[in-house]
Protein backbone atom coordinates (compact mmCIF):
# COMPACT_ATOMS: atom_id res chain seq x y z
CA UNK A 1 0.00 0.00 0.00
CA UNK A 2 2.68 2.60 0.88
CA UNK A 3 4.33 1.86 -3.06
CA UNK A 4 0.73 3.08 -4.14
CA UNK A 5 1.23 6.19 -2.15
CA UNK A 6 4.62 6.81 -3.09
CA UNK A 7 3.60 6.27 -6.75
CA UNK A 8 0.35 8.74 -6.91
CA UNK A 9 2.34 11.11 -4.83
CA UNK A 10 5.03 11.16 -7.06
CA UNK A 11 5.51 14.48 -9.09
CA UNK A 12 9.52 13.22 -10.48
CA UNK A 13 9.39 14.50 -13.99
CA UNK A 14 6.00 16.66 -14.17
CA UNK A 15 8.45 19.56 -14.99
CA UNK A 16 9.50 18.71 -17.94
CA UNK A 17 6.32 17.24 -19.17
CA UNK A 18 5.34 21.10 -18.40
CA UNK A 19 7.93 22.41 -20.16
CA UNK A 20 7.26 20.30 -23.19
CA UNK A 21 4.12 21.54 -23.24
CA UNK A 22 5.47 24.98 -22.95
CA UNK A 23 7.50 24.50 -25.89
CA UNK A 24 4.52 22.99 -28.16
CA UNK A 25 2.31 25.77 -27.77
CA UNK A 26 5.15 28.58 -28.67
CA UNK A 27 5.71 26.86 -31.64
CA UNK A 28 2.40 26.07 -32.37
CA UNK A 29 1.68 29.85 -31.88
CA UNK A 30 4.65 30.94 -34.05
CA UNK A 31 3.71 28.42 -36.99
CA UNK A 32 0.06 30.17 -36.72
CA UNK A 33 1.72 33.36 -37.17
CA UNK A 34 4.13 32.85 -39.47
CA UNK A 35 2.27 32.25 -42.41
CA UNK A 36 0.73 35.68 -41.80
CA UNK A 37 4.35 37.43 -41.55
CA UNK A 38 5.56 35.34 -44.88
CA UNK A 39 2.39 36.94 -46.98
CA UNK A 40 3.09 40.54 -45.23
CA UNK A 41 7.02 40.12 -46.16
CA UNK A 42 6.13 38.69 -49.65
CA UNK A 43 4.33 41.92 -50.24
CA UNK A 44 6.82 43.79 -49.05
CA UNK A 45 9.38 42.32 -52.00
CA UNK A 46 7.30 42.35 -54.86
CA UNK A 47 6.61 46.26 -54.25
CA UNK A 48 10.67 46.49 -53.78
CA UNK A 49 11.32 44.65 -57.08
CA UNK A 50 8.24 46.64 -58.93
CA UNK A 51 10.06 49.73 -58.01
CA UNK A 52 13.38 48.57 -58.92
CA UNK A 53 11.93 47.27 -62.10
CA UNK A 54 10.91 50.71 -62.60
CA UNK A 55 14.46 52.38 -62.09
CA UNK A 56 16.24 50.00 -63.90
CA UNK A 57 14.34 48.96 -67.04
Same mark, same amino acid.
Given at each position: ?7 ? !? ?14 ? $?? *? ?7 ? !? ?14 ? $?? *????
Amino acid at each position: MNRVIRFI !NDDQGADLIEYALLVG $LI *ALAMTASLK !NISTSISGLFTKIQTK $LD *AINP
